[in-house]
């Protein structure tokens, strides 16, 4: 045989999974087809990277719903805190952010994509970038697989006694996550479970939700609602998201709407279909109960004269304020002591459950991962080898999981690239 392994994809899960390889004596050669390797780090975390998220392993398998369960035999062998001390020894320093998301310190997200390439080529592994993948099979006689590739000079045909799929999904196809692997698994005998974008934007069509645009809100809850019976099982997992929010000129944006995002693209892959009364409910105020705020517009109508857009803006922007106030059609912005029972507790409901109409999402090209994939269960996860082909290996986000923003993505293609890289050849 060439190679003990050819990792196909040099991704985050690519990389660590040669560098792990080859530390153990793997003759290991990983195939990337753009022309420098991790794209998709450099592009991450606003090109800052999140590198994985500032808690337990356990959190982190539960952060990607039912699904997650299978994380965990990976993340024992791969935790959190032992990516933190793998960069730091690399010479990236990290820090934890309020959010609990791990950055570096320096905020450039070529720092980790360089240090998990000096990794893997300290300990011998080698890499071919601008070499795009044509064909993996397995050879008929004596086991192994010949993968055929193409650069710009030549076509390559490489023996190996192991394959390791790290190709991605569909997300940011910019980044070279055009879907490539899917094929190759399928004609291994693979299944692929539905495939949909997740962490992407969120579009509705109403004119008011455009005049918002660039209004950032820090802390609320989102809730997503569906008035459909079509989408997947597992697609309204995870409905509810708390943090920061941001309206745009298509809809909402920002870590709340992106986590909940999967729950309206399992249908629609386009921002021109539409489901009646799909929507998201905002919590505009999650530090406060029903009862704090009912007292609080009580006692602003007892003792104010101000106008309700005023009041309310002590707690909310004025320009939602106003929305706000248009959504329940006010007739005029009444003063507080001259406020209906009736407008009075709506504002109260608004305050508690925002409607925002939702129509679709910004779809693959803006989604930051591909829900779906290689169906879980045709995969072993104390080894990511699958149960289906003997010496073929699948890690990253090629599989059938995704998580929400805040590293947790990372943090799964580093545990699973690991494991595979402890077996591979």
């Not at 004269?305 to 009444?334: C, E, G």
């Not at 990253?396 to 402890?422: C, K, M, R, V």
């Amino acid at each position: 045989m060439d190679w003990d392994a050819v990792i196909v994809g040099g991704g985050a899960a690519g990389l660590w999974a040669a560098g792990t390889a080859a530390a153990r004596g793997k003759r290991v050669i990983v195939l990337e087809k753009n022309n420098k390797a991790g794209v998709k780090i450099l592009m991450s975390g606003g090109t800052r990277c999140n590198i994985t998220h500032h808690c337990d392993s356990r959190k982190i398998a539960e952060a990607f719903g039912k699904n997650g369960r299978v994380l965990l035999s990976v993340l024992s062998r791969l935790t959190p805190q032992d990516v933190v001390r793998e960069f730091e020894s690399e010479g990236v320093a990290t820090k934890v952010e309020s959010t609990g998301k791990v950055f570096p310190v320096s905020d450039r997200a070529i720092d980790v994509r360089d240090a998990v390439v000096r990794r893997m080529a300290r300990f011998g592994a080698e890499m071919v970038t601008g070499c795009a993948v044509t064909s993996v099979r397995p050879m008929n006689e004596g086991g192994g697989f010949q993968v055929t590739a193409s650069t710009a000079k030549e076509t390559m045909e490489l023996r190996c006694r192991s394959v390791l799929i790290t190709t991605g999904g569909l997300s940011y196809s910019g980044c070279g996550t055009t879907g490539d692997g899917y094929p190759w698994a399928q004609s291994m005998g693979h299944s692929i479970t539905p495939l949909r974008p997740a962490l992407t934007p969120l579009v509705s069509n109403e004119a008011w939700v455009h005049d918002l645009s660039g209004l950032t809100l820090e802390d609320v809850a989102v809730t997503a609602h569906r008035n459909d019976s079509g989408h997947g099982k597992n697609s309204m997992e995870r409905t509810v998201s708390r943090g920061g929010f941001l309206w745009t000129h298509t809809g909402c944006s920002g870590p709340t709407a992106m986590n909940v995002s999967r729950c309206f693209s399992d249908t629609d892959h386009s921002v021109s279909q539409s489901h009646v009364g799909d929507c998201i409910a905002i919590d505009l105020l999650p530090e406060d109960s029903r009862e704090a705020i009912e007292a609080w517009l009580f006692d602003e109508a007892k003792k104010s004269n101000r106008a309700i857009s005023t009041v309310l803006s002590q707690r909310i922007p004025k320009r939602l304020a106003d929305a706000m106030l248009q959504n329940l059609n006010a007739t005029h912005d009444p003063h507080m002591a001259e406020l209906p029972k009736k407008l009075r507790l709506n504002i109260l409901d608004s305050l508690k459950r925002f409607q925002v109409p939702i129509h679709g999402t910004r779809g693959y090209p803006k989604a930051e991962v591909t829900a779906g994939g290689v169906a879980l269960g045709e995969v072993n996860f104390q080894d990511m080898q699958s149960r289906k082909q003997e010496g073929l290996f699948f890690a990253g986000e090629i599989l059938d999981l995704d998580g929400p923003i805040g590293g947790f993505n990372f943090q799964a293609a580093w545990s699973t690239g690991h494991t595979a890289g402890l077996h591979l050849g």
